[in-house]
């Protein structure tokens, strides 16, 4: 597949017509299945504030993890053998009980070869039920027992980030710079091709520009495509 692309289209189905093993790095973020909107809490009361564009966000628990399975297992079938994916995702309380990616994930066909803990410290979920959650993950996926990460930062399993204010960024989950930046310095090489299959408005792509890689995006919303190809040619 040609590198430096944006593919408006579903991600499940646009990684299906990829060739086996051309993708040298993943980074992405599905959406997290939160009801179809984002929201705030505070003393039980919730507040919407907006949701995606051009999709609902609101599967059945149990479709929405058979999906993210499928998701994962056509990116290891994309990926080279020594690839890595970062997976970016969080734990979900729900009637009082937690959902972890873990559920899902550890059906995939990857290994889990670490957790990186991001701390946003702060929320907008100010719920005084239960203590802030403040943090999110990476699931550092690879392919082989063998896989290492050039850590040349001497980085730890903790990263401190910022939210992206939705104001600012156009889009109500656009992830820090730092995340695909420190992701993609430690698991590619100049000229490697980093795939973003939720790609919104391009932070995965910016990424991997600023790092001298090539990119390729898919997204479902043809509005943030066009964000995220503006993103790029304002570089």
């Given at each position: ?23 040298d790095c993943v980074v992405t973020s599905p959406p ?6 984002f929201h705030i809490c ?194």
């Open positions: 597949m040609e590198a430096n692309k944006i593919i408006n289209g579903d991600c499940l189905e646009e990684l299906k017509k990829m060739n086996n093993a051309t993708i997290y299945n939160l009801g179809g909107d505070n003393k039980g009361k919730r507040t919407t504030y907006g949701a995606y564009k051009s999709y609902n966000d609101n599967l059945p628990e149990n479709i929405y993890q058979e999906q993210q399975v499928n998701v994962l297992n056509e990116l290891y079938r994309v990926t080279k053998s020594e690839s890595y994916c970062f997976y970016i995702h969080k734990d979900r309380i729900k009637r009082n009980r937690i959902i972890s990616p873990l559920n899902w994930i550890e059906k995939s066909n990857w290994l889990i070869s670490q957790i990186v803990v991001l701390n946003q410290k702060s929320t907008a979920n100010v719920d005084k039920r239960r203590f802030f959650p403040v943090h999110e993950y990476v699931y550092v996926l690879c392919k082989s027992e063998k896989s290492k990460l050039r850590n040349e930062k001497c980085l730890t399993s903790v990263w401190d980030v910022k939210k992206v204010p939705r104001k600012i960024s156009g889009h109500p989950a656009t992830f820090d710079f730092n995340i695909p930046y420190e992701c993609i310095l430690a698991s590619t090489n100049d000229g490697d091709t980093v795939l973003d299959c939720y790609m919104g408005i391009g932070t995965t792509a910016t990424a991997a520009v600023m790092t001298g890689r090539n990119y390729i995006g898919i997204e479902i919303d043809s509005e943030y495509c066009k964000m995220a190809q503006d993103n790029l040619n304002g570089m």
